[in-house]
């Protein structure tokens, strides 16, 4: 495995077909795979980009202190691994990482490391794993994931929205958690929501195959593509529909696409996006629904123009310095 190539996946400058390439000299070698993991979680927690770099010189410079440092002769695998973070600490100009790997003389926990993840207010993150899995965070969201080789299982937890664009990999299964229901992936392409606030939680299978399980483990029901599962917290029963593919792919393309939802539940969506808190002064108005195209790079006071003028309700905004606004609805 190259090291030019590793840095292009670090930094995502990879193209797909480098991409093809180094995940498939991944899979071949379970002690690299492992390495891997643990410069990719190292990488991500820091959120820091990479500069113009001497790779050579300052590989060797750190790689002088480290045997310097050691007083037994390092076996090729950590030389391996020596070699992959001292690329990394290079590229993330992370002080004290010499001593993080150094202290990971034994690499048997590396895949309980669990990660975390985030999408602020206003936002959409991309996630990929090191496994190639894709995963968009919505605003607001969070996530977090580790791999669980006691239960050889891919363990997410999610809290808010995400997409997920899964490499199947058929003895290690990709499961979500949302604190209601877990979803086990069979080969597939799949979006959850799964907000706190929201009485609901959504999951729509776009391709392959997906279970929904409860959390004891047992199966509710299997998705096929098209199909969208909407359990009902309050209600503790579960309703499938159909939903077009471009519904789903609407938050991940800057829009707001509804299709005939409650006025909470859409003014839920805009507080989680434009940052502000809606109170129904009118508790009637909550059960008002509504079906229509948005872009999210419209203001917060054009939307509730139109959904005025739709649905026929007013409002004020009080404004809070130190807090969020806040808009009353009657």
Known sequence: ?????????????????EKEVFYKQLAQDKKQEELFMEL???????SIQNTKIDEDAEF??????VKKGRKKVLNTTLKVAFR????????????????YFISQGNLEN????????????????VIELADGTKIWLNSDSKLSF?????KKERQATLIGEAYFQITHREDFPFIVKTGKLIVRD?????????????????????????????????????????????????????ELRSLSSHVLSAWRDGKFVIRDERLEDIFNELSRWYGVEFKFENEALRDYRFTGNIKKTTTAQHVLKVLKAATDFDYKIIENVEKADVIILY
Request: no cysteine.
């Open 1 to 17: 495995m190259s090291e030019d190539l590793l840095l292009h996946i670090l930094t995502g400058e990879a193209s797909d077909e």
């Open 84 to 99: 992959y973070a001292a690329i990394l600490i290079v590229v993330i100009g992370l002080s004290g990482a010499v001593g």
């Open 146 to 150: 580790r791999e669980n080789h006691k």
């Open 186 to 238: 069979l080969g597939t392409t799949f979006n959850i929501k799964a907000y706190p606030e929201d009485n609901f939680i959504e999951t729509s299978l776009v391709e392959g195959e997906a279970d929904i399980l409860s959390n004891e483990g047992s199966r509710i029901l299997s998705l096929t593509p098209g199909e969208s599962a909407l359990y009902l917290k309050e209600e503790n029963r579960m």
């Open 60 to 65: 060797n410079e750190i790689w002088r202190k």
């Open 110 to 125: 590396k895949y309980s490391q669990t990660q975390q993840f985030m999408a602020t207010k206003g936002s959409v993150s």
């Open 40 to 46: 990719k979680s190292l990488w991500l927690r820091t």
